[in-house]
C-alpha cells in the first residue's frame, strides 16, 4: 500500500505572506458559490485599494455605477463606456454582482479580524 500524502505540511497554505504579520491581518473565502473568472477580475480590481475605497468601489458595482474591467477573461464580454476611466486600455466590462457580494463580506471579514488584532481599518490596504 502507498502512504497517504499530506499537502504543504498538513496546514493552510495563503499564496502570499505578509511582509510584517503584525501590521497585517488575513480573511479567506473557501468553496463559494461564485464564478471564479468574475470573481478574479473583481478582485484584481479591488487590488492596491484602501479598505474603505474597496467596499464603496463594490457598493457602486452592485449599483451598477461603477464598473469591473475584464483583462484576462474578457471572450464574449461587452464593452462598456465607463471602463474609460481605468489605465489598462481595455473597452470591456461587466458588473459582476453575486462576486462584488462575496467579495464585500470577505472585506468585512478582514476588517473585524483587523479590529481584533488592534490594527487601524482607516489605514489598511488590499494585496
Not at 463559494?32 to 474603505?52: P, S, Y
Not at 483583462?71 to 466590462?93: E, I, L, P
Request: charged residues 30%; hydrophobic residues 30%; proline residues 4%.
Amino acid at each position: 500500500e502507498k502512504p497517504l500524502r499530506m499537502g504543504r505540511s498538513g496546514g493552510i497554505h495563503y499564496s502570499r505572506d505578509p511582509e510584517n504579520p503584525s501590521k497585517s491581518c488575513k480573511a479567506r473565502g473557501s468553496d463559494l458559490r461564485v464564478h471564479f473568472k468574475n470573481t478574479r477580475e473583481t478582485a484584481q480590481a479591488i487590488k492596491k485599494m484602501t479598505l474603505k475605497r474597496a467596499q464603496k468601489y463594490l457598493k457602486n458595482v452592485m449599483e451598477k455605477k461603477e464598473i469591473i474591467p475584464f483583462r484576462r477573461f474578457c471572450g464574449g464580454v461587452g464593452r462598456a463606456a465607463q471602463t474609460k476611466n481605468f489605465k489598462s486600455g481595455t473597452a470591456q466590462g461587466r458588473w459582476p454582482h453575486k462576486s462584488a457580494e462575496f467579495l464585500l463580506q470577505l472585506l468585512r471579514n478582514a476588517e473585524s479580524n483587523a479590529e481584533f488584532k488592534g490594527l487601524d481599518t482607516d489605514h489598511l490596504m488590499i494585496e
